[in-house]
């Protein structure tokens, strides 16, 4: 039995729409050194959903912004070429991000606030511990759930079995996927960006999310989310109990981090996601 629904999922994502052509062009645009921010502005324009996305977290409170910004230009230069290339990389799958799933419990946007506190804890936790890329760590914390989109309709028919499993051997949601469908969202949203063609270190955070440990490669970036996600998770009260995380062990041995200083850095991320909330 679970052979064969994995193998759907695995025909599920293998459908999955490529990257749209307007947003694979624009990625590559921002790679060029020449290019400007007018340029990039005009691009942004010609997609009426990019746009607005852009717009919206160019004005987002958690992000640390006032909503002043009333133009596409004017986002462009209060996010700047890096930020942008995370949205538009997280453009996707934003729609699917924002609407209910019902066998994870989430209503409508519940997914796509969590992936954007987890993106900002991610970046901030990136700076604390000297990983040197934390845009990188932002776009995974933003992506690190996409793959709960794809199993949300097994997870509603398991629900009850689900819960029942984590409870009684205290298990994390994560792994009672992998017992009782085969795979779970973290791998499939690793397939999902394999499929997108997404940078490798992003495959390898979002597919190794919750253990870093088994990441064959870039394996602090993996550590970095997980401990984002648990803080998020534990600062969000409104998420049902089936999303409470914790942080893996092997996150603090990969980032070289003594167990006295969670209770700092979960501080200093609280405060960051409630002054921003």
Same mark, same amino acid.
């Given at each position: 039995?679970?052979?064969?629904?994995?193998?759907?999922?695995?025909?599920?994502?293998?459908?999955?729409?490529?990257?749209?052509?307007? $947003?694979?062009?624009?990625?590559?645009?921002?790679?060029?050194?020449?290019?400007?921010?007018?340029? #990039?502005?005009?691009?942004?324009?010609?997609?009426?959903?990019?746009?607005?996305?852009?717009?919206?977290?160019?004005?987002?409170?958690?992000? /640390?912004?006032?909503?002043?910004?009333?133009?596409?230009?004017?986002?462009?230069? *209060?996010?700047?070429?890096?930020?942008?290339?995370?949205?538009?990389?997280?453009?996707?799958?934003?729609?699917?991000?924002?609407?209910?799933? *019902?066998?994870?419990?989430?209503?409508? /946007?519940?997914?796509?606030?969590?992936?954007?506190?987890?993106?900002?804890?991610?970046?901030?936790?990136?700076?604390?511990?000297?990983?040197?890329?934390?845009?990188?760590?932002?776009?995974?914390?933003?992506?690190?759930?996409? /793959?709960?989109?794809?199993?949300?309709?097994?997870?509603?028919?398991?629900?009850?079995?689900?819960?029942?499993?984590?409870?009684?051997?205290?298990? +994390?949601?994560?792994?009672?996927?992998? &017992?009782? #469908?085969?795979?779970?969202?973290?791998?499939?949203?690793?397939?999902?960006?394999? &499929?997108?063609?997404?940078?490798?270190?992003?495959?390898?955070?979002?597919?190794?999310?919750?253990?870093?440990?088994?990441?064959? &490669?870039?394996?602090?970036?993996?550590?970095? $989310? =997980?401990?984002?996600?648990?803080?998020?998770?534990?600062?969000?009260?409104?998420?049902?109990?089936?999303?409470? &995380? +914790?942080?893996?062990?092997?996150?603090?041995?990969?980032?070289?981090?003594?167990?006295?200083?969670?209770?700092?850095?979960?501080?200093?991320?609280?405060?960051?996601?409630?002054? =921003?909330?």
């Amino acid at each position: 039995m679970l052979p064969k629904r994995v193998d759907t999922i695995l025909g599920s994502i293998d459908q999955l729409r490529p990257m749209p052509s307007n $947003v694979t062009r624009l990625l590559k645009e921002l790679e060029d050194p020449t290019i400007t921010a007018g340029q #990039i502005s005009d691009q942004i324009g010609l997609d009426q959903a990019l746009a607005a996305l852009i717009m919206q977290m160019s004005n987002s409170a958690l992000l /640390g912004y006032g909503r002043t910004c009333t133009s596409i230009s004017d986002a462009v230069v *209060r996010l700047g070429f890096k930020r942008i290339k995370s949205i538009v990389m997280a453009s996707a799958a934003s729609d699917s991000m924002k609407r209910s799933l *019902r066998g994870y419990r989430l209503g409508a /946007g519940q997914l796509w606030e969590h992936s954007l506190a987890v993106a900002v804890a991610a970046e901030w936790v990136a700076q604390a511990v000297h990983y040197p890329f934390p845009e990188e760590a932002y776009v995974t914390g933003l992506l690190h759930d996409m /793959g709960k989109l794809m199993l949300d309709q097994y997870v509603l028919s398991d629900y009850t079995k689900i819960v029942e499993y984590m409870h009684r051997y205290r298990l +994390s949601l994560w792994q009672v996927e992998e &017992k009782l #469908i085969g795979i779970d969202h973290a791998k499939v949203g690793g397939l999902m960006a394999e &499929k997108w063609q997404f940078p490798e270190s992003l495959l390898y955070g979002i597919r190794n999310h919750h253990d870093p440990s088994s990441a064959r &490669k870039n394996a602090e970036l993996a550590a970095v $989310v =997980n401990m984002a996600n648990a803080f998020a998770s534990q600062t969000n009260e409104k998420l049902p109990d089936i999303h409470t &995380k +914790s942080i893996h062990p092997a996150s603090l041995a990969i980032l070289n981090l003594s167990s006295d200083k969670i209770a700092p850095l979960q501080n200093r991320v609280n405060q960051i996601l409630n002054v =921003n909330a």
